[in-house]
T-cell receptor, first 112, second 113 residues
Framework: DGGITQSPKYLFRKEGQNVTLSCEQNLNHDAMYWYRQDPGQGLRLIYYSQIVNDFQKGDIAEGYSVSREKKESFPLTVTSAQKNPTAFYLC???????????FGDGTRLSIL | GQNIDQPTEMTATEGAIVQINCTYQTSGFNGLFWYQQHAGEAPTFLSYNVLDGLEEKGRFSSFLSRSKGYSYLLLKELQMKDSASYLCAVRSPGGAGSYQLTFGKGTKLSVIP
């Protein structure tokens, strides 16, 4: 089945450690997105990419980095510079930027 | 700047009709989306409006008035499984010909017997 796969489902980070969240899609979508969701809050855009080897910062990019080396993959690294990383991270994709976005099941990141 | 407002919580009875409102002030507008999100799960796409008027999709309908910066999601014949958060999101132009979605904080709907 076509879809968006995020892994792992749960992730724990130690202080000062970088962690990478995986996002893979087999929908042949051009555009991919990373969002962060905190309890009782809406989704906030971290980074997005419309095409391979290109990406743009969203509203809260500080402390995060991404790469888009392949069309189907858009990993997100949460660096040690992100002081409050505990959140639910959602990856999404769309066939074009103007189309509805479809979401993966999310990764819940916590600090040890 | 982008500002999207929705009620925080609503409660409705099984079998009834509920209307969830969304007002927005955004720099640029290129469509409004509604998503459903069950607790701990990913959002799922419900509906999309880019022109004024009503879009109907089974038990769910969505309305848009661009001049008023207003939308609503109408849920008919409520079922217990409709208990979820409903997210309003506005698409607006980003950089380099891209589009961004800005989400409201969501409305948590509780359906009671």
């Amino acid at each position: 089945d076509g879809g968006i796969t995020q892994s792992p489902k749960y992730l724990f980070r130690k202080e000062g450690q970088n962690v990478t969240l995986s996002c893979e899609q087999n929908l042949n979508h051009d555009a991919m997105y990373w969002y962060r969701q905190d309890p009782g809050q809406g989704l906030r855009l971290i980074y997005y990419s419309q095409i391979v080897n290109d990406f743009q910062k969203g509203d809260i990019a500080e402390g995060y980095s991404v790469s888009r080396e392949k069309k189907e993959s858009f990993p997100l690294t949460v660096t040690s510079a992100q002081k409050n990383p505990t959140a639910f991270y959602l990856c999404a994709s769309s066939s074009r930027a103007a189309q509805p976005q479809h979401f993966g099941d999310g990764t819940r990141l916590s600090i040890l | 700047g982008q500002n999207i407002d929705q009620p925080t919580e609503m409660t409705a009875t099984e079998g009834a009709i509920v209307q969830i409102n969304c007002t927005y002030q955004t720099s640029g507008f290129n469509g409004l989306f509604w998503y459903q999100q069950h607790a701990g799960e990913a959002p799922t796409f419900l509906s999309y409006n880019v022109l004024d008027g009503l879009e109907e999709k089974g038990r769910f309908s969505s309305f848009l008035s661009r001049s008023k910066g207003y939308s609503y999601l109408l849920l008919k014949e409520l079922q217990m499984k409709d208990s979820a958060s409903y997210l309003c999101a506005v698409r607006s132009p980003g950089g380099a010909g891209s589009y961004q979605l800005t989400f409201g904080k969501g409305t948590k709907l509780s359906v009671i017997p």
